[in-house]
């Protein structure tokens, strides 16, 4: 049973421009979170979908950042405008469904902004 | 505010030299306290979960336990290969009574030297 799947691992964009994450859950999991990891900082949560929907986005900055889970195909990070504050690794989760609260992450997107 | 606090930053051990990491939490509705094992460059690596006071997993050289206001990751004998940093995070109720975000102290750097 693969694990959760990131791509690409790293990425390395130019001030201004798009930088969009991947995430395909594991096998049977239908909850994704997106996780982000400053240097010297924690894990700190940015969201949390389910198919089609964003359930939690309170910890996604107000502008340039945005989610989706959509019905078929991975969830995508899409930061817009990139600024140097944006590099840090970027962790994507995913839940079953259920009682089971174990979130499993997948290796990370390692964002680098020039 | 919910906060999880992790001490010490970063322990140094010999081969063998057994002992504790600790994670204070304080948080309003804990569905659950969680254990990674994040080595360098890579995702968490979920370890264990505990969900109520009074509970004990162990798995190889390691064991958690819960109470009320901490959890304690006991490491016996441990290897270098044990060497990494070790995560706590707790889950809090989400909202509309779905599962919530994981709210992650700043870990323990272990090192095992042989």
């Known amino acids: 049973n693969a694990g959760v799947m990131q791509n690409p691992r790293h990425l390395v964009r130019r001030r201004g421009q798009e930088a969009r994450l991947r995430c395909s859950p594991m096998?049977?999991?239908?909850?994704v979170y997106w996780y982000r990891q400053l240097p010297e900082e924690g894990l700190k949560f940015m969201v949390y979908?389910?198919?089609?929907?964003?359930?939690?986005e309170s910890g996604m900055p107000k502008e340039r950042f945005s989610a989706e889970f959509p019905k078929e195909g991975p969830s995508i990070l899409r930061i817009q405008q990139v600024v140097r504050g944006d590099s840090a690794a970027y962790f994507c989760?995913?839940?079953?469904?259920?009682?089971?609260?174990?979130?499993?992450f997948g290796p990370g997107t390692r964002l680098t902004v020039t | 505010e919910d906060q999880v606090t992790q001490s010490p930053e970063a322990l140094r051990l010999q081969e063998g030299e057994s002992s504790s990491l600790n994670c204070s939490y304080t948080?309003?509705?804990?569905?659950?306290l969680f254990w990674y094992r994040q080595d360098p460059g890579k995702g968490p690596e979920f370890l264990f979960t505990l969900y109520s006071a009074g509970e004990e997993k162990e798995k190889e050289r390691l064991k958690a336990t819960l109470t009320k206001k901490e959890s304690f990751l006991h490491i016996t004998a441990p290897k270098p290969e044990d060497s990494a940093t070790y995560l706590c995070?707790?889950?809090?109720?989400?909202?509309?009574?779905?599962?919530?975000?994981?709210?992650f102290g700043k870990g323990t750097k272990l090192s095992v030297k042989p």
């Open positions: 989760a995913s839940s079953p469904p259920g009682t089971r609260y174990e979130q499993y």
């Open positions: 096998k049977g999991h239908s909850h």
């Open positions: 995070a707790v889950l809090r109720r989400g909202y509309g009574g779905s599962q919530g975000n994981l709210i």
């Open positions: 979908l389910q198919k089609e929907n964003i359930i939690d």
């Open positions: 948080v309003s509705g804990l569905r659950g």
